[in-house]
């Protein structure tokens, strides 16, 4: 498989990036007896091109003294492609990870390294089955491309009895998707069944009540040691669709969850995994980070979108929307949700990075924080979302509002 990666060093890049092959393959071993030729052939890296690309910043010094026969050449940054022949069309995200990504970072000569792009099956296979057809039985479903998320807040653990009045509250004033918050953790005083059950039961009432469709989903990011019972309850309960963070779980949570329950939509969520990808020269392209998880079988997945509170550029989002939605033969679509202070006066922003495109919009603050409560602020996000009128300036703009101290 191929893997791209964005590199910094004050030394050669095409040396730093054969270190770097080196490093993550069997390419270093010797002729020593007990290592067969075809053993060491089936586990070496080429680095198949080193391009001249401008540096970023933020990089960090070289501590160490530079290798023999190396001299310093001054910051220098390139585009470096490395085929590794130990990673297969079969190989599952921990694989692929721990040989692209795993020390490489850690290198000495290495100033700045960032994978942001890996080649992935064309098929799919039991660790890369890609999502269900969620996005256009969502599309057929509601008779529309535009959707309401709204995450129960105030996030952290709250009485059954209080999540389901917020969940009612929320549908029943036009919330389509209605979600446990990311950060509605177990309480030991607090069943979660039991919320799962209770929300999942004020949501149904809004069904019979409105006519409309609505989906709850129900989060499950927890151990992975209480991760079964969780869907298990999750289930039982009522819910249609599970939130995990595979950050935090397992990268590969998703692709477990496919084989669970393999026609339930799972959504997933960055919280922690921008520890790796946040600053532009380290870690994990977000981007990639997501179309990972697509191919993993992600149904949606929350995205920290522009013209809010998160700090990413409209560039930045875009790739992001590409990543879940970006046609890709035998792979279907993963809805996005975008979110970050999301509210009636972003969404046409929002919608024009994209306007083809299916996706949802996350609305916490503009939902449960609105002066007549939450019904009226999942009714006017319906309302901007069935009336979206797409702004003739931007999008690289920011919105001219300020809440709460953000330009949205």
């Not at 393959?25 to 089936?42: D, K, V, Y």
């Not at 501590?63 to 310093?72: E, I, M, S």
């Not at 149904?299 to 890709?328: D, H, K, Q, W």
Request: one cysteine or more.
């Amino acid at each position: 498989m191929r893997a791209t990666y964005y590199l910094e060093s004050c030394l050669n890049t095409r040396f730093v990036a054969e270190q770097i092959a080196r490093e993550q393959s069997g390419g270093h071993s010797r002729s020593w007896g007990g290592i067969s030729n075809r053993s060491r052939e089936a586990n070496k890296a080429f680095v198949v091109s080193v391009d001249t690309v401008e540096a970023r910043g933020n990089s960090l010094p070289l501590y160490h003294a530079r290798p023999v026969n190396q001299t310093f050449v001054g910051r220098s940054a390139a585009r470096v492609v490395i085929d590794y022949e130990n990673l297969t069309p079969d190989s599952g995200i921990v694989e692929i990870l721990n040989v692209a990504l795993g020390e490489c970072q850690h290198l000495a000569v290495v100033s700045a390294l960032r994978l942001e792009d890996i080649s992935l099956p064309v098929e799919p296979n039991p660790k890369f089955q890609g999502p269900p057809n969620f996005v256009d039985r969502l599309v057929a479903d509601f008779g529309r491309r535009s959707f309401v998320c709204a995450p129960i807040k105030p996030s952290g653990p709250l009485e059954p009895s209080e999540a389901a009045y917020l969940a009612y509250e929320a549908a029943l004033g036009g919330a389509d998707i209605i979600k446990d918050d990311e950060l509605s953790a177990t309480h030991p005083e607090f069943d979660y069944a039991k919320r799962y059950r209770m929300v999942s039961a004020a949501i149904s009432r809004t069904k019979n009540e409105t006519g409309e469709s609505k989906r709850y989903v129900a989060n499950v990011i927890c151990p992975m040691v209480d991760l079964e019972k969780r869907i298990e309850a999750a289930m039982e309960c009522g819910a249609d669709m599970l939130l995990v963070a595979p950050a935090l779980q397992g990268q590969d949570v998703v692709s477990f969850l496919r084989t669970r329950v393999p026609e339930t939509p799972i959504i997933v969520h960055g919280t922690y995994q921008t520890v790796a990808s946040r600053l532009e020269s380290y870690g994990l392209s977000l981007a990639l980070w997501l179309k990972i998880q697509r191919y993993a079988g992600a149904s949606a997945a929350v995205l920290p979108s522009t013209f809010g509170s998160f700090g990413y550029s409209p560039t930045e989002t875009s790739s992001f929307l590409e990543a879940c939605a970006n046609p890709i033969e035998r792979f279907n679509q993963c809805l996005p949700l975008h979110s970050g202070s999301v509210s009636p006066a972003t969404i046409p922003y929002l919608h024009k990075l994209s306007p083809g495109l299916p996706a949802g919009y996350t609305a916490g603050s503009a939902i449960f924080d609105h002066p007549e409560g939450p019904r009226t602020g999942a009714r006017a996000m319906r309302t901007a979302v069935d009336h979206i009128k797409v702004p003739t300036d931007g999008p690289n703009i920011w919105v001219p509002i300020v809440e709460d101290g953000y330009a949205i």
